[in-house]
């Protein structure tokens, strides 16, 4: 199943010009606030129009302005998760679950409500009215809802934004399963790193109405000319990593990686569990000699293949781990003082407390791997 | 006790009175709701003129609306004549005519209502229902009309309520027959205009009252049913 997207639409002020294709597994519409993600996906789903331009979803057109095609949108099947929810409030959780199963055709009833439940986890609040739900509760309905519809493509609006991050904790894992167990691709929008880290497979960076860039999401969130569009705080390098063991006296999970072994606060995982994690640039220190007496645990051997060229006190440098690919961030200061360029031995030295313990993920799942 | 017992005119009246208030809220309904949709929704030219014109019972002296009534709907009025030659409905000296009356003048009141209750409708869980298959249509009866039953209860009570009292446009449009045209406010004030009328009149008032306060306390009972189905907090 493939969308591939066109499409043109002036907004007062505000110019959408954007062309992606997303394949499938979750693909992230990652951009700033105001940058088009909300419209982008408001015209797939056939809640506005587009100016001119194409939208499309396997074989089927939606839009086609040029041949005056317009699918409303209670005929396209996109299931969508809004950041709202959105929820019916006159109807119980089981009616807006099976609100858009009624509507969809009988031979194509696939998911069935057993599996959405379990796949959620909202079993028991079937009889509930949305009005006593909690924010958690309600997203997860919500997604569950859009589900049972028998969607071809499902489109998640920042799902997680108005929650907060106890709340987001407990939805992420049901997002990661979606994704791996359910053939529906994904399209999600979000200007939160960490989520796009944890959960994209393919990523596509919009900036002001227009993608600036897309393809795989470890290879665009470690491009260093990216960093003023990706959010250069928030930088940092996505590691695929298994659990190889625990260091119960001291509390620590051991992880390795090809870049070597890392060690963390202890994560509840059993050895062998694969993950994902993110490395933030500002984590991760240089060293030219192997550092000696130092508290922090990792410290991994690499080549420094790439300076980034701004011209403030701050430069990202890009490593490579044998084969993993790493960032860090020092001041040109730093780099002028150890002579680094590309081809320059480093020992990049990361605290083991500075996990961002909300961008730990499970590792792709086969369906999206693309 | 013999004094509260209604005579049978008396009970003409009230008889009457609730059917012809219960026939003009109920024909009213539907076109209530389309207007107020309309009105709530609708973006083009001319809504505002729609408006006007809905509201129009609203300001006018009752007299006057009564008198366009008999103008247009009369016997001889065009539509009037119309409607009597191609389908068999007469309004004039009819108790049709009084609930017509009575339909008009409760109007602007009943689309006022509904109005006010789809402009708080999120349209944005219309939106959501779209999404999920559901055509304008269904969107409509299984979102929109649920959650503007409280405001579809509000205008049927005010509807029935000013339908009740309507006396202006009705006694100038149907006149004042008993058993046909003479509603509850048309028979007491019959009865002051006699002598020895005063403990009719006083009677009806009485069960006038009644009325009101039994419509009263159902739209309570029925809003607050409807409130707590939509979980309001």
């Known amino acids: ?370 | 006790m013999d004094w509260f017992a209604l005579s049978p005119e008396e009970w003409t009246a009230v008889r009457l009175s609730i059917w012809v208030a219960t026939v003009a809220t109920l024909v009213s309904l539907p076109a209530g709701i389309a207007v107020a949709m309309l009105l709530a929704r609708g973006r083009f030219w001319g809504l505002s003129l729609i408006n006007g014109l809905v509201l129009l019972p609203l300001i006018l002296p009752p007299v006057v609306t009564g008198y366009l009534l008999l103008i247009l709907f009369g016997q001889k009025g065009p539509i009037g004549s119309f409607l009597a030659a191609h389908f068999g409905i007469v309004f004039s000296f009819r108790w049709t005519g009084a609930a017509l009356a009575c339909g008009v003048m409760g109007f602007p009141l009943m689309v006022r209502a509904i109005r006010l209750s789809v402009e708080a409708v999120d349209t944005k869980l219309e939106e959501a229902a779209g999404t999920l298959g559901a055509n304008r249509l269904w969107v409509f009866l299984t979102v929109t009309l649920p959650l503007i039953v409280p405001g579809i209860i509000a205008g049927l009570i005010l509807c029935f309520a000013k339908a009740m009292g309507e006396f202006g446009a009705t006694i100038t449009f149907v006149s004042n027959i008993p058993g046909e045209t003479q509603t509850l406010p048309s028979a007491i004030y019959t009865f002051t205009q006699v002598p020895g009328g005063d403990a009719g009149a006083l009677r009806l008032t009485l069960v006038s009252i009644v009325i009101a306060m039994l419509a009263l306390v159902a739209s309570e009972l029925l809003a607050r049913r409807a409130n707590r189905r939509l979980d309001i907090e």
Not at chain 1, 137 to 145: M, W
Request: proline residues 5%; charged residues 25%; positive net charge.
């Open chain 1, 1 to 370: 199943m493939m969308l591939d997207v066109d499409v043109k639409r002036r907004l007062g002020t505000f110019a959408l010009d954007a062309r992606f294709t997303a394949g499938g597994g979750l693909t992230a519409l990652f951009g700033r606030s105001g940058s088009g993600k909300t419209s982008l996906v408001n015209i797939i789903a056939g809640l506005l129009r587009p100016d001119r331009g194409r939208v499309s979803v396997g074989d089927a057109t939606l839009v086609d302005c040029e041949r005056g095609i317009f699918v409303p949108r209670d005929r396209r099947r996109i299931g969508y998760v809004f950041q709202e929810g959105r929820l019916f409030p006159h109807l119980t959780v089981r009616q807006n679950l099976l609100y858009g199963r009624w509507f969809a055709p009988r031979s194509e009833r696939r998911d069935g409500l057993d599996h959405v439940l379990d796949l959620l986890g909202i079993e028991a609040l079937l009889d509930r009215r949305p009005g006593r739900l909690s924010g958690g509760e309600k997203q997860r309905v919500a997604i569950g809802r859009a589900l049972l519809a028998n969607p071809s493509l499902l489109l998640m609006d920042e799902p997680l934004a108005s929650l907060d991050e106890a709340r987001k904790a407990e939805i992420l894992p049901y997002i990661e399963r979606l994704r791996d167990e359910s053939k529906v691709p994904i399209v999600y929008v979000s200007h939160s790193v960490a989520e796009v880290a944890r959960l994209a497979s393919t990523m596509v960076l919009l900036s002001d109405g227009a993608v600036a860039a897309a393809g795989p999401a470890a290879e665009i969130m470690q491009r260093l000319d990216l960093f003023p569009l990706t959010g250069r705080a928030e930088a940092g390098a996505i590691v695929e990593a298994t659990v190889e063991g625990h260091d119960d006296a001291f509390g620590l999970t051991v992880l390795r990686s090809r870049a070597g072994s890392w060690r963390l606060p202890r994560l509840d995982l059993a050895p062998g569990t694969r993950l994902r994690m993110r490395v933030r640039a500002r984590d991760v220190l240089l060293a030219t000699a192997a550092p000696e007496h130092l508290s922090a645990l990792n410290v991994i051997e690499g080549v420094v293949t790439q300076l980034s060229e701004a011209a403030g006190p701050i430069v990202d440098v890009r490593l490579d781990c044998s084969g993993e690919a790493l960032l860090a961030r020092v001041t040109r200061s730093s780099v002028d003082r150890l002579g680094l360029r590309p081809g320059t031995r480093v020992h990049a030295v990361v605290k083991s407390v500075a996990f961002d313990r909300r961008s730990l993920g499970g590792p792709m799942g086969d369906a999206a791997d693309v």
